[in-house]
């Protein structure tokens, strides 16, 4: 079954400016907090308690995880996006597919500092409401920030969890996208129980 290329259009256009921005700003040294609206998590990161995704294994540059069951490789690309790996709910029947998408940071390694302040405002730039620094997670071994947000692209709404992975000389932003009828603790479910599989080469 091919999934609706409009369904994904949307979300990797965002993805692609999320990632410019944040690589731009991280060249400027991060002495202070400038973030306006939102807090910076000071607590300490949380392993990830979930069942492991059952679905195909993806590999990327240096990593795999598991996607969830039902969900896999679109048979069509997005024009203008080459993310690192992309994955859809091919099942999906509601208009948008529910997927994630992998991209490298050109920057390097960044941390979950730099994510909690010019990651916010990215969001925000880019039209993103209700934008949320949630408690960091380990994931691999690894911190990760993990932000929450709502955007909207052609009349449709949807709801993004954006992760960002790192092993010591690469960050991968990993965003989740979901319909916006998928509760909030469903859509952190899923992307905990792929992000629980993610193991480096």
Partial sequence: MRTPLPALAGVAVVAS????????????PSTSS???????SDAPSTGLDVEPAAGETITGSGYTYVAPEGWGVPTESVPGFSPDTLVANLQDTDGFADNLNTLKSPAGVVTPEVVESAGVDELESVGATDVTVNDRVTV?????????????????TYAVEQYYVSDAEQTFVVTFSFSDTVPADERVRLAESVLVTWTWA
């Fill in 34 to 40: 400038e973030s306006q609206g939102s807090e910076t």
């Fill in 140 to 156: 691999a071994g690894s911190e990760s920030a993990h932000l929450s947000a709502q955007l909207s692209n052609s009349g449709t």
């Fill in 17 to 28: 400016l999320l990632l410019a921005g944040c690589s731009s700003a991280i060249p400027e």
